[in-house]
C-alpha cells in the first residue's frame, strides 16, 4: 500500500545512491584503456580474418538449432540429442554459404559443445589418412567425410592408458583365412572411454596388439566395423556401450568396447607403415616412428584449443571483477571494483598473458606440423622426434596451465563463479580432461625429458643441440646473473636466458643424477624411474622456454606501437611470474640473487598496475562474442546481475511454485504432528 511504500523510500533511495550500475562501470574500463580493442584483435587474426570470423559467427548465432537457451539446465539424453543436431546444422552452413573446411571447423568451434561426432573428426579421419594406405584412403575416407559411416578411436582400455605397449586386445593372424581375430583375453582388455562409441559410432579405428604366429608384433591400427548400418545393432561377437555419467562432456557418448573372436579381413590393418602380407610376413614401417605424425597433429590440437578456452575463462572472470564491487578503502562510501585489488590482479592478469602467449604457439605448432608433414610424405622423418617430443611437453604444460585457470578465473568470480550461469563450471569440466586424454601430462613430461636426455648425451659425445634445445649446447652457462635494476628484468633477451638458464641447470642435473646411478650398477630403467619427479620438472621448464620464445618473437613482431606495448607488459609479467613461482630453482642455478629476488617481486606488482588501465581492453581483443562465452558474467555489456535472475527465472525448477514431490513428501511433513 501507499504507507508501506512511503515508509520504505528513504530506506531505498539511500541504498540507491551508493549503487553501480555495472554496464556504466564497464563502459567505462573502456574508455580509460589506452589502446583499442579493435588493435588487438587485428594483432591476433588479421584484418580480413577478423572481419570473416565476426561474418561466420553472425551466422551462426541465426541459426535457431544452434541456440544456447537452456543449455545448462539440460538432462544427459536432451544435451546428446542437441549435440547430434550440431554437426548437421553446421554442414548445411558450409553448403547454403559455400564455406571453406576451415571456415566449417570455425564454426563448430565457436559453438563450443562437445558432441558424440568429435572423435569422428579429430582421430577417426586423421588416422585413416595418415596410416592408411592410397588404397584405403579411398574406399574409406570418402564415406567418412559424408557421414556414411561415424568413426572413433578405440586405444584406451579399461587397465591400460598411455602405456601402448600394454594394450590388451588382440588381433591374431590366420593366413589360412587371411584375416584377423580381433578378441578381448581379459576384463581389463576392454576398451574405455572412446568419445562417440557409446550409442553413435558405426565404425572405429582400433588399436591392437598385432600376434602372428604366437609372436607380438605390437600395437597396430584396425579399421572395424562395430554395427549393423540397417539397425545400428552391434555386430555378432561385439559387446559395446556407454560407460555412464562424467565429471563433463556430457553430451559424449564416451563408450566400452569388447570383442569376443571377431573375424575382419587383411586389408582392415592400417598399411602405410606397417603391412602384413598374405602370406603372413611382417614388413616393418621404413621408418620406426613414422606413426608419430598422427599423434603429433592431435596434440597440436589440444594445445591451440588451450587458447581459446583460456581466453574465454579469463574474459569471463576480468569483465566480471571490473563490475563486481566489494569493501571499501579509507572512509569512501562507493565500493571498490574487485579488479582493483592487488590480489586479484596477480591470479588473472598471468592467465591474460598465458591466453595471448598460447595463441602465438597455436600457430606455431600447427605450421610446424604441416611442414613436418611435408617432409614426412617425401620420405624425410628427421624433424619429426624433436616435434614429437615438443609437442608432448607443450601438450602437457598447455593444458596443466588452462585447466588450472579456468578454476583460478572461476574462484575470482566469487560465489557466482559457481553458477552454471557463469559458464565457467562446466567449462572446467569438460576442459580439465585434456589433462587425461591423448595422454596423461606426467607421461608427456617424461616423453619429453628422455628427448633431452638424449640431447644432452649426445652433447657430451661433441655433437651440437638445434631448434628449440640449442641453448643445451651452451657449455659455459653463466652461475649469476648481473641483474641489478629492475629494467633489466624486462629485457626479453634476460628472460629468455633465464628461462633457459633454469632449464638446462635441471636438464643437466637428472642427467648427470641417472648417469651416476647407472655407473653404480642400478639398471638404466630403475635409475630412470627414481628421478621421475626431476625429469618432469626439466621437461615442464624447458617447455616453459619454448612458449616464452615464441611469444616474446610474437611481440617483437608486433608493429603497432600501442599493441606492442601492452603485449610487452604482459610478456614481461609471465617471465617474471615464472621466476617469482620458482624462485628456489632460479638462485640455486645461479639466474637470481637474494637481491635481485626482491627486485623481481617488485617489479611484477609494478606492471601489474601498469596492466589494470587496459585489462578489460585486453580480453576484449580476444574477440569472443557473446554467443560463445555463454556466460551471465561474461557479458560484453555488464549486465550481469540481470543476466543472472532472467537465467535463474527461465530454469526448470522454477515453472512451477510447488516443487517436485510437494504433495508426496513436504506437504504430509508440513501436516504432521510429532
Same mark, same amino acid.
Given at each position: ?8 523510500? =528513504? ?49 551462426? &548465432? ?24 550440431? !554437426? ?75 602405456? !601402448? ?16 581375430? !580381433? ?10 572411454? /572412446? ?38 545393432? /552391434? ?184 553458477? &552454471?550461469?557463469?559458464? !565457467? ?66 629485457? /626479453? ?158 530454469? =526448470? ?22
Amino acid at each position: 500500500d501507499d504507507r508501506t511504500r512511503q515508509l520504505q523510500l =528513504p530506506a531505498s533511495k539511500a541504498i540507491q545512491s551508493l549503487a553501480s550500475e555495472p554496464q556504466a562501470d564497464l563502459a567505462q574500463e573502456r574508455q580509460r584503456a589506452t589502446l583499442s580493442a579493435e588493435s588487438l584483435a587485428r594483432r591476433l587474426y588479421g584484418e580480413e580474418g577478423l572481419q570473416r570470423r565476426r561474418e561466420l559467427v553472425e551466422l551462426i &548465432k541465426k541459426d535457431k538449432r544452434l541456440s544456447k537457451t537452456g543449455l545448462y539446465s539440460m538432462t544427459r539424453e536432451e544435451q546428446y540429442v542437441r549435440g547430434l543436431q550440431i !554437426l548437421p546444422a553446421i554442414r548445411e552452413l558450409i553448403l547454403t554459404h559455400g564455406l571453406s573446411r576451415d571456415e566449417g571447423e570455425f564454426c563448430y568451434r565457436m559453438v563450443d559443445e562437445s558432441t558424440a561426432f568429435e572423435l569422428h573428426y579429430v582421430m577417426f579421419v586423421p588416422t585413416l589418412l595418415g596410416q592408411g594406405t592410397t588404397e584405403q584412403v579411398d574406399e574409406w575416407v570418402m564415406k567418412a567425410m559424408q557421414s556414411e559411416i561415424i568413426g572413433t578411436y578405440a586405444q584406451t582400455e579399461l587397465g591400460h592408458g598411455t602405456y !601402448l605397449r600394454g594394450l590388451e586386445t588382440t588381433a591374431t593372424y590366420d593366413r589360412v583365412k587371411q584375416e584377423f581375430i !580381433l578378441h578381448s583375453p581379459t576384463l581389463t582388455a576392454t576398451k574405455w572411454w /572412446p568419445g562417440g562409441l557409446g550409442k553413435t559410432s558405426t565404425h572405429a579405428v582400433v588399436m591392437a596388439r598385432l600376434f602372428i604366429d604366437g609372436k607380438d608384433y605390437g600395437p597396430h591400427p584396425f579399421f572395424v566395423q562395430l554395427r549393423d548400418l540397417s539397425n545400428h545393432h /552391434p555386430l555378432p561377437g561385439i559387446t559395446v556401450g556407454d560407460i555412464g555419467p562424467k565429471l563433463g562432456f556430457i553430451a559424449v557418448d564416451n563408450g566400452f568396447l569388447r570383442f569376443d573372436h571377431v573375424r575382419i579381413p587383411r586389408t582392415a590393418m592400417l598399411m602405410k607403415n606397417s603391412q602384413v602380407l598374405e602370406d603372413g610376413t611382417y614388413v616393418e614401417p621404413p621408418v620406426q616412428k613414422a606413426s608419430y605424425a598422427t599423434m603429433v597433429l592431435v596434440r597440436a590440437e589440444i594445445v591451440a584449443g588451450a587458447s581459446a578456452s583460456l581466453a574465454k575463462a579469463v574474459t569471463i572472470a576480468v569483465r566480471y571483477n571490473a563490475v563486481r564491487r566489494q569493501g571499501t578503502l579509507d572512509g569512501e562510501q562507493k565500493e571498490l571494483q574487485v579488479l582493483d585489488y592487488q590480489n586479484q590482479q596477480h591470479l588473472l592478469f598471468p592467465l591474460i598473458a598465458y591466453a595471448y602467449a598460447f595463441h602465438f604457439v597455436r600457430a606455431y605448432m600447427l605450421n610446424t606440423y604441416k611442414q613436418v608433414r611435408n617432409s614426412a610424405d617425401e620420405g624425410d622423418f628427421g624433424a619429426l622426434p624433436e616435434l614429437h617430443a615438443e609437442s608432448s611437453g607443450l601438450k602437457a604444460l598447455c593444458t596443466w596451465i588452462t585447466a588450472g585457470g579456468i578454476e583460478q578465473a572461476r574462484l575470482c568470480c566469487g560465489g557466482h563463479g559457481y553458477s &552454471k550461469f557463469s559458464g !565457467l563450471p562446466s567449462q572446467y569440466g569438460d576442459y580439465v580432461a585434456a589433462c587425461t586424454y591423448e595422454g596423461e601430462n606426467n607421461v608427456m613430461c617424461l616423453q619429453t625429458a628422455r628427448y633431452l636426455l638424449k640431447t644432452m648425451q649426445s652433447i657430451e659425445q661433441g655433437k651440437q643441440a638445434s631448434g628449440h634445445t640449442a641453448y643445451l649446447s651452451t657449455k659455459h652457462c653463466p652461475k649469476r646473473c648481473c641483474v641489478k635494476e629492475a629494467r633489466e628484468l624486462t629485457c /626479453p633477451d634476460m628472460q629468455l636466458r633465464g628461462l633457459q638458464q633454469r632449464a638446462r641447470f635441471l636438464v643437466q642435473r637428472v642427467h648427470e643424477a641417472i648417469s651416476k646411478q647407472i655407473q653404480q650398477g642400478v639398471p638404466e630403467g630403475q635409475a630412470r624411474m627414481n628421478f621421475n619427479v626431476d625429469q618432469i620438472n626439466a621437461a615442464k621448464a624447458h617447455c616453459m622456454t619454448v612458449v616464452f620464445g615464441i611469444f616474446s618473437e610474437a611481440v617483437g613482431d608486433t608493429k603497432h606501437p600501442d599493441v606492442g606495448k601492452v603485449l610487452s607488459q604482459l610478456r614481461d609479467l609471465l617471465a617474471l611470474q615464472v621466476f617469482e613461482q620458482d624462485m628456489g630453482t632460479f638462485l640455486e642455478c645461479g639466474f637470481l640473487t637474494l637481491e635481485t629476488a626482491a627486485v623481481v617481486r617488485a617489479k611484477s606488482r609494478q606492471l601489474l598496475t601498469e596492466i589494470r588501465p587496459n585489462a578489460v581492453a585486453l580480453v576484449d581483443g580476444f574477440d569472443l562474442d557473446d554467443y560463445y562465452l555463454n556466460s551471465a558474467l561474461g557479458r560484453h555489456d555488464g549486465n550481469v546481475y540481470q543476466a543472472l535472475f532472467d537465467a535463474a527465472q527461465k530454469a =526448470p525448477m522454477n515453472r512451477s511454485d510447488q516443487p517436485p514431490g510437494y504433495e508426496k513428501y513436504i506437504q504430509p511433513l508440513l501436516k504432521s504432528k510429532l
